[in-house]
């Protein structure tokens, strides 16, 4: 219901923003790339323990992540570097987050939450490898609950509630669940296919 009562709100200041942006002739790889420089400060603020402001600073990245897309679409600059640039930087966003967490809980000797933040990472370069993969067999391959927007509204929530264990057992799971799902949704895909061309012959 909040979310319903925002949105207009957060989607007119983000339309807002981008012509902004356009007058300024500000490109959509610029916001990337700086949406990416400001998940490294994200990042350093994590390692440090600083997780409120973190969150906030990842909640200001995620802003720019939106633009991005918004501003290539209102400006017609929808180029195939464009999205490759994204999702490589998305990828060193994810990352940078999580090895600044790493860090700060390898530096209070908490292995359990070590080993938590490790099948996150497995988890999160695995949700997106394998939809790459499988839509290279498939036509698509998004089923599953956890993907980039959810794990970074996990990080964010942890910070902001000071309960970041749980946001990171959350995404340890969840993410491979989804990797599961995704392997499945693809096997079954293939196999229906491979159903239907022999019943055609």
């Known amino acids: ?26 490109t959509p790889n610029i916001l ?15 390692m440090k323990g600083q997780f409120l402001w973190g969150a906030i600073i990842v909640l200001c990245a995620n802003v720019f992540d939106m633009l991005d897309g918004l501003l290539a679409r209102e400006s017609g600059n929808i ?3 464009g999205a ?22 390898a530096q209070e000797y908490s292995t359990r939450i070590m080993v938590v933040i490790g099948f996150a ?8 490898y394998t939809r790459a993969r499988a839509e290279n067999l498939i036509q698509h391959c998004r089923v599953g609950f956890l993907e980039r927007p959810e794990r970074i509204g996990f990080i964010i ?7 970041m264990p749980m946001a990171l057992f959350f995404i340890a799971i969840l993410s491979n669940l989804t990797v599961i799902h995704r392997i ?18």
């Open 1 to 26: 219901m909040l979310y319903r009562l925002l949105s207009p709100i957060t989607n007119g200041l983000l339309k807002i923003l981008t012509k902004i942006f356009i007058t300024l002739h500000i």
């Open 32 to 46: 990337t790339v700086s949406g990416f420089c400001i998940n490294l400060i994200a990042g350093y603020l994590l």
């Open 79 to 81: 180029t195939p570097f």
């Open 84 to 105: 490759f640039l994204d999702s490589v930087l998305d990828r060193y966003s994810d990352m940078v987050l999580l090895l600044g967490l790493f860090i700060f809980y």
């Open 121 to 128: 990472f497995i988890g999160s370069i695995m949700t997106s």
């Open 157 to 163: 929530l942890g910070g902001l509630a000071n309960r």
């Open 184 to 201: 499945y949704h693809t096997w079954s895909t293939v196999k229906a296919e491979k159903k239907l061309k022999e019943g055609m012959q």
